[in-house]
């Protein structure tokens, strides 16, 4: 099934139906549709026309075994009488639900006001979205081109594969504000500007991966990737929030302002690294069981949750704490000069006096 696309083809104003011309245009149309590369072709085509006409010409053989008189008395009124004949006969009947006629109460003919005709199509691209979505408008296309018979058409995933054009704009729009949530999270609980700012920037570094690796690796966008991509900001929070605030709260400890930017990285790594590693792997192989299951929507989510996961290691124990240290080297100018001073000078204070101690031991 997710091989193969079957469009129902409405023909609502199909004209005179006794007349050649209009027969052949109904004719032109199917073939239209059977000549698309991706069509199956008349194999899988339903369409009653040709059935009539066989049964026509199969009625005009046996009437060739019938006297040319008792031919000619019973012309007009078989004529008349065909497209009736047509569909009460057995093995025609189930074409009656492909046809809407109306019945004329003067004549009793039987008219023809609509019908509709299916069309296959099967090929391994059909498998994406954004390949039906082509198909879609290529099976418009050729409904347009016949705006005399007033040609519609149904496909059962079409109310989605129409969804596909705006969804690069409906991603970018829930994918931004989606953004500012995360960091209006990060506000809550860090203070700090420069802190927020580095979780941030890595939230915004992680999803930026998640979906040009997405890409490379032959997932197009459709409402499943949309989910899943908008998922994933939510997930990239995690490990970069962890790493950025545990920095942020070991500088506020009882030594916090006593410590070094790299003794503080090397707290943080070594209170929250290991359980981030453990959870960045756990969670990936309970993810990596949904791959026995052979559904689109199972491995876009794998590959999705795998990418996230693996990124936000990525910045949450290299790049977040090398972006912390080569901030801390930048000068700041709003430091307190005096407190630094005095920092420097308990430093130099504190290395005298070990000085003179070993001194002292050595003597």
């Not at 109904?26 to 059935?51: A, I």
């Not at 012309?75 to 009736?84: A, F, I, M, S, W």
């Not at 003919?109 to 199509?121: H, Q």
């Not at 979205?129 to 149904?154: F, G, T």
């Amino acid at each position: 099934m997710p091989f193969y696309a079957v469009c129902m083809v409405f023909v609502n104003n199909p004209g005179n139906f006794s007349n050649p011309l209009t027969v052949q245009k109904w004719n032109n149309l199917v073939s239209d549709f059977e000549e698309l590369p991706s069509s199956v072709g008349k194999f899988s085509t339903k369409y009653w026309m040709r059935d009539y006409q066989e049964f026509v010409q199969n009625a005009e053989e046996a009437a060739k075994l019938v006297s040319e008189e008792v031919e000619d008395l019973e012309l007009e009124g078989r004529k008349k009488n065909e497209l009736r004949q047509f569909f009460e006969w057995p093995e025609f009947q189930h074409w009656h639900g492909f046809v809407s006629v109306k019945n004329d109460e003067k004549s009793g003919e039987m008219n023809l006001e609509k019908f509709f005709f299916t069309v296959a199509s099967f090929g391994p691209e059909l498998k994406e979205w954004s390949n039906r979505a082509k198909l879609l408008q290529e099976w418009r296309k050729v409904a347009d081109s016949y705006p005399e018979l007033n040609v519609s058409i149904y496909e059962d995933d079409a109310k989605f594969l129409d969804l596909i054009p705006t969804m690069i704009p409906q991603t970018a729009q829930s994918s931004f504000w989606t953004f500012i949530c995360m960091i209006l999270v990060c506000l809550l609980v860090m203070t700090h500007p420069t802190t927020v700012f580095v979780a941030s920037i890595a939230i915004f570094s992680t999803c930026l991966g998640v979906f040009g690796f997405l890409s490379l690796w032959g997932i197009e966008l459709d409402p499943i990737v949309m989910s899943c991509g908008i998922m994933s900001i939510g997930f990239s929070v995690d490990i970069p929030a962890h790493i950025a605030y545990h920095f942020y709260k070991s500088g506020l400890g009882k030594h916090g302002s006593s410590l070094s930017v790299p003794e503080r990285i090397e707290h943080t790594l070594i209170s929250v690294g290991f359980p981030v590693i453990e959870a960045g792997i756990s969670t990936n192989i309970c993810v990596l069981t949904l791959l026995f299951v052979d559904l689109h929507m199972a491995k876009v989510f794998v590959k999705t949750m795998v990418l996230v996961v693996s990124i936000g290691l990525i910045h949450g124990l290299v790049i977040i704490p090398v972006v912390f240290y080569l901030l801390s080297l930048i000068p700041n100018p709003w430091k307190n000069p005096e407190s630094s001073s005095k920092f420097h000078d308990s430093a130099k204070m504190s290395a005298a006096s070990t000085v003179a101690m070993i001194y002292t031991i050595e003597k």
